[in-house]
């Protein structure tokens, strides 16, 4: 049985614990609410742009005519696939970053079974050691988010800007992106778009535009100049609703810590009560009996 002294000691550490973990809990709490406002706004503007770039693509040609962009219509080939997998720089927000990495991994699997080659594109850096020991040698590059505080639209341009070289230079065929959508504080739900070429749904509307709309320039002109704009909204998006994942995850996380630190620290003190009034007892005794031998 621990001491009296070991008892105390370790009581003193729970608590100077429960002390950082309840000021993390209230700063998450408080960025969580500025970075919530911040993913929820940005979900219309993205949804319109990929429905009026999905519009106008089905106009031309399906998409994948004589002259359309390689971004929209692809490289023909699907043999390398690019995993862009968004993490964040810091820790202590629970399986946020876990559940993000274990979706790009099963993809991967999942790719390799049907033949496929697979490399990894990473933001942020939490995930590279789990990536790294699962597929040596397979990530590619790493856009570094360290210096931000915030997700901005630059880094968004930045990523999309080197993903579009990188497939025009013919490194991958189709791009993934996997981040986690925020829902609540206590749910994120790990997702995955296809972002490189676009990717038009089925039913795409190509009455999401009024017909009776003329462009100038043409209609060409205009989405081979969304598309790169497309690309980084949905890196912007994706950085924006991973921001707030974090956040919730972390409040949460830190919430559960200082919870369980305060059931801890009751732990701890009733059994130090009780090894202090065994010890009183045992000091009463040894005095009686003393007294009882005189």
């Given at each position: 049985?621990?001491?009296?002294k070991e008892l105390k000691i370790r009581i003193g550490s729970v608590k100077s614990t429960q002390k950082i973990t309840k000021a993390k809990q209230m700063v998450a709490a408080a960025k969580l609410r500025k970075a919530q406002?911040?993913?929820?706004?940005?979900?219309?503007?993205?949804?319109?742009?990929?429905?009026?770039?999905?519009?106008?693509?089905?106009?031309?040609?399906?998409?994948?005519?004589?002259?359309?962009?390689?971004?929209?219509?692809?490289?023909?080939?699907?043999?390398?696939?690019?995993?862009?997998?968004?993490?964040?720089?810091?820790?202590?927000?629970?399986?946020?970053?876990?559940?993000?990495?274990?979706?790009?991994?099963?993809?991967?699997r999942a790719l390799e079974l049907d033949g496929k080659k697979v490399q990894f594109y990473l933001i942020g850096r939490k995930g590279r050691p789990v990536i790294n020991r699962a597929y040596p040698g397979k990530i590619v590059?790493?856009?570094?988010?360290?210096?931000?505080?915030?997700?901005?639209?630059?880094?968004?341009?930045?990523?999309?800007?080197?993903?579009?070289?990188?497939?025009?230079?013919?490194?991958?065929?189709?791009?993934?992106?996997?981040?986690?959508?925020?829902?609540?504080?206590?749910?994120?739900?790990?997702?995955?778009?296809?972002?490189?070429?676009?990717?038009?749904?089925?039913?795409?509307?190509?009455?999401?535009?009024?017909?009776?709309?003329?462009?100038?320039?043409?209609?060409?002109?205009?989405?081979?100049?969304?598309?790169?704009?497309?690309?980084?909204?949905?890196?912007?998006?994706?950085?924006?609703?991973?921001?707030?994942?974090?956040?919730?995850?972390?409040?949460?996380?830190?919430?559960?810590?200082?919870?369980?630190?305060?059931?801890?620290?009751?732990?701890?003190?009733?059994?130090?009560?009780?090894?202090?009034?065994?010890?009183?007892?045992?000091?009463?005794?040894?005095?009686?009996?003393?007294?009882?031998?005189?």
């Amino acid at each position: 049985m621990a001491s009296l002294k070991e008892l105390k000691i370790r009581i003193g550490s729970v608590k100077s614990t429960q002390k950082i973990t309840k000021a993390k809990q209230m700063v998450a709490a408080a960025k969580l609410r500025k970075a919530q406002a911040a993913a929820e706004a940005a979900r219309p503007y993205s949804s319109r742009l990929e429905a009026v770039v999905a519009s106008l693509a089905t106009k031309i040609a399906g998409g994948t005519g004589e002259g359309a962009s390689p971004l929209l219509a692809g490289t023909g080939k699907d043999e390398v696939h690019l995993l862009v997998v968004a993490n964040s720089d810091r820790g202590l927000a629970g399986a946020f970053n876990a559940n993000i990495v274990k979706a790009a991994l099963a993809k991967a699997r999942a790719l390799e079974l049907d033949g496929k080659k697979v490399q990894f594109y990473l933001i942020g850096r939490k995930g590279r050691p789990v990536i790294n020991r699962a597929y040596p040698g397979k990530i590619v590059a790493q856009f570094d988010t360290t210096g931000a505080k915030q997700p901005g639209y630059d880094q968004a341009q930045a990523i999309g800007q080197e993903l579009s070289k990188m497939f025009l230079d013919g490194k991958f065929d189709i791009a993934h992106l996997f981040y986690s959508r925020f829902k609540s504080a206590l749910a994120q739900i790990p997702t995955e778009q296809q972002i490189i070429p676009v990717k038009i749904p089925a039913d795409a509307d190509r009455n999401a535009i009024p017909a009776t709309v003329e462009y100038e320039p043409s209609e060409e002109a205009i989405l081979d100049d969304l598309l790169p704009r497309n690309i980084s909204i949905q890196l912007f998006k994706a950085l924006l609703e991973n921001n707030a994942s974090e956040q919730g995850a972390s409040m949460t996380a830190m919430d559960n810590a200082t919870r369980n630190a305060g059931d801890l620290i009751s732990k701890l003190t009733i059994q130090y009560n009780r090894s202090r009034q065994a010890a009183i007892t045992t000091e009463l005794v040894e005095i009686i009996s003393g007294a009882e031998a005189l």
